[in-house]
């Protein structure tokens, strides 16, 4: 982050950082650079830096520059997925023999990336609970060089303390990786606690809006940065232009977004554990949450994520989904539009089997920012 934007509130670097007036037109918002490559004023003569819009585009420096000034980051690099992202962060920091230690409640494509690809390259994995700093310190070997942790969690809204994961990584000469997507920077700043890098799926709270895939890598340290940004170039899955200023553009409301889905995803928490047709419900703002202390200890709020469990196994469940007319059955999370999913058929279905695998009852919510009523109203009648 620049030392202009270091002291200013979160809402003003995500308005301003990275985003200053274009220096020709004076537009307020960064151009759309749909470009792919720039006139040299005589060979290697480049006039603003930018030579091919793979190694680096105007609208996508601007996005991340800004993502480095919302988690306080030294540099932020933007990809066309958070898949793209992921992999090009395990084969920037991974060789064959390496080890990595990934959680036992994980997106299920960043478990299919570690489990169906990465292990075709030699790089080892194992599973621990990382909610427990002892389980973590259990799994670490000698040739562990990763630790990833996803917090809140998808999709059980598990919580790992990111300050003892950290330390045990330090402790073990590992790097520790944080994916911040379900908190997105707003909520939670995993570098400030010690993470060494900041993975999103910009496609979800990032963004923001349902219209645009990305994801993005953030680190604190210059060096590290430029590691990643070589592979980024020398692998190519690069944000395109267009991509880049949606994301900006919602990046722009995240702060209000967020109080919004975390307000709304409260009250959607209390009505289900109320409910008889409901086991159990799965959100850290809840004080019988197990991650609970550790939640409000390091982040803002507690999001928009619900998870439960419906009474009648896998058929009730499936049943809600169906039933839902506001809520929109389909993948995927963090717009502003709420959502309904049967994680156990649909985002996870690539971890059955695995010691991944979610529970068949299992319903996941992205709590929007529509009228709270409406959004309870919808959810009693689709529980029947
Ligand atoms: C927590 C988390 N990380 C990473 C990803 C992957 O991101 P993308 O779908 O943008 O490739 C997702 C996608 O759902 C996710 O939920």
Same mark, same amino acid.
């Given at each position: 982050?620049?030392?202009?934007?270091?002291?200013?509130?979160?809402?003003?670097?995500?308005?301003?950082?990275?985003?200053?007036?274009?220096?020709?037109?004076?537009?307020?918002?960064?151009?759309?650079?749909?470009?792919?490559?720039?006139?040299?004023?005589?060979?290697?003569?480049?006039?603003?830096?930018?030579?091919?819009?793979?190694?680096? #585009?105007?609208?996508?420096? &601007?996005?991340?520059?800004?993502?480095?000034?919302?988690?306080? @980051?030294?540099?932020?690099?933007?990809?066309?997925?958070?898949? &793209?992202?992921?992999?090009?962060?395990?084969?920037?920091?991974?060789?064959?023999?390496?080890?990595?230690?990934?959680?036992?409640?994980?997106?299920?494509?960043?478990?299919?990336?570690?489990?169906?690809?990465?292990?075709?390259?030699?790089?080892?994995?194992?599973?621990?609970?990382?909610?427990?700093?002892?389980?973590?310190?259990?799994?670490?070997?000698?040739?562990?060089?990763?630790?990833?942790?996803?917090? *809140?969690?998808?999709?059980?809204?598990?919580?790992?303390?990111?300050?003892?994961?950290?330390?045990?990584?330090? @402790?073990?000469?590992?790097?520790?990786?944080?994916? #911040?997507?379900?908190?997105? *920077?707003?909520?939670?700043?995993?570098?400030?606690?010690?993470?060494?890098?900041?993975? %999103?799926?910009?496609?979800?709270?990032?963004?923001? %809006?349902?219209?645009?895939?990305?994801?993005?890598?953030?680190?604190?340290?210059?060096?590290?940065?430029?590691?990643?940004?070589?592979?980024?170039?020398?692998?190519?899955?690069?944000?395109? *232009?267009?991509?880049?200023?949606?994301?900006?553009?919602?990046?722009?409301?995240?702060?209000?977004?967020?109080?919004?889905?975390?307000? #709304?995803?409260?009250?959607?928490?209390?009505?289900?554990?109320? %409910?008889?047709?409901?086991?159990?419900?799965?959100?850290?703002?809840?004080?019988?949450?197990?991650?609970?202390?550790?939640?409000?200890?390091?982040?803002?709020?507690?999001?928009?994520?619900?998870?439960?469990?419906?009474?009648?196994?896998?058929?009730?469940?499936?049943?809600?989904?169906?039933?839902?007319?506001?809520?929109?059955?389909?993948?995927?999370?963090?717009?502003?539009?709420?959502?309904?999913?049967?994680?156990?058929?649909?985002? %996870?279905?690539?971890?059955?089997?695995?010691?991944?695998?979610?529970?068949?009852?299992?319903?996941?919510?992205?709590?929007?920012?529509?009228?709270?009523?409406?959004?309870?109203?919808?959810?009693?009648?689709?529980?029947?």
């Amino acid at each position: 982050m620049s030392d202009q934007h270091a002291h200013q509130g979160f809402e003003t670097r995500a308005i301003h950082a990275g985003q200053e007036a274009d220096p020709l037109t004076g537009a307020v918002v960064p151009p759309i650079y749909q470009v792919s490559t720039y006139k040299q004023d005589g060979v290697g003569g480049l006039r603003g830096g930018y030579e091919y819009s793979r190694s680096a #585009n105007p609208t996508r420096t &601007a996005l991340e520059q800004n993502l480095a000034a919302l988690e306080g @980051g030294r540099r932020g690099l933007a990809f066309a997925s958070g898949l &793209a992202a992921e992999d090009c962060l395990l084969r920037a920091l991974l060789v064959p023999g390496d080890h990595v230690v990934i959680p036992n409640d994980a997106y299920g494509g960043t478990f299919r990336l570690f489990a169906k690809v990465a292990e075709r390259w030699g790089v080892r994995w194992s599973v621990a609970d990382t909610s427990d700093a002892a389980a973590v310190r259990a799994a670490l070997t000698p040739e562990t060089k990763i630790i990833w942790v996803e917090t *809140p969690s998808n999709p059980l809204l598990g919580i790992t303390d990111i300050a003892a994961v950290a330390d045990a990584a330090r @402790g073990a000469g590992a790097r520790l990786v944080v994916d #911040n997507t379900f908190a997105s *920077p707003y909520l939670q700043q995993p570098l400030a606690l010690g993470a060494d890098i900041v993975v %999103h799926s910009t496609t979800k709270y990032v963004g923001g %809006h349902s219209d645009v895939v990305g994801g993005a890598l953030v680190v604190g340290d210059d060096a590290l940065g430029d590691e990643l940004a070589f592979h980024q170039n020398a692998m190519g899955a690069v944000a395109g *232009p267009f991509d880049a200023w949606l994301t900006l553009r919602g990046i722009k409301t995240l702060a209000v977004r967020m109080d919004r889905h975390s307000a #709304n995803a409260a009250r959607v928490a209390e009505l289900l554990t109320a %409910h008889p047709k409901v086991n159990r419900v799965y959100y850290p703002g809840l004080p019988g949450h197990p991650g609970h202390e550790t939640a409000a200890k390091q982040m803002r709020s507690f999001g928009g994520m619900v998870s439960f469990r419906v009474a009648g196994g896998e058929q009730a469940a499936v049943e809600v989904c169906d039933q839902a007319r506001l809520f929109t059955l389909g993948e995927s999370l963090g717009g502003v539009e709420s959502l309904i999913e049967h994680p156990g058929r649909m985002t %996870h279905a690539s971890v059955a089997g695995s010691a991944l695998e979610v529970p068949a009852d299992l319903v996941r919510l992205s709590v929007g920012i529509e009228a709270v009523d409406d959004l309870l109203a919808d959810l009693a009648q689709a529980l029947g």
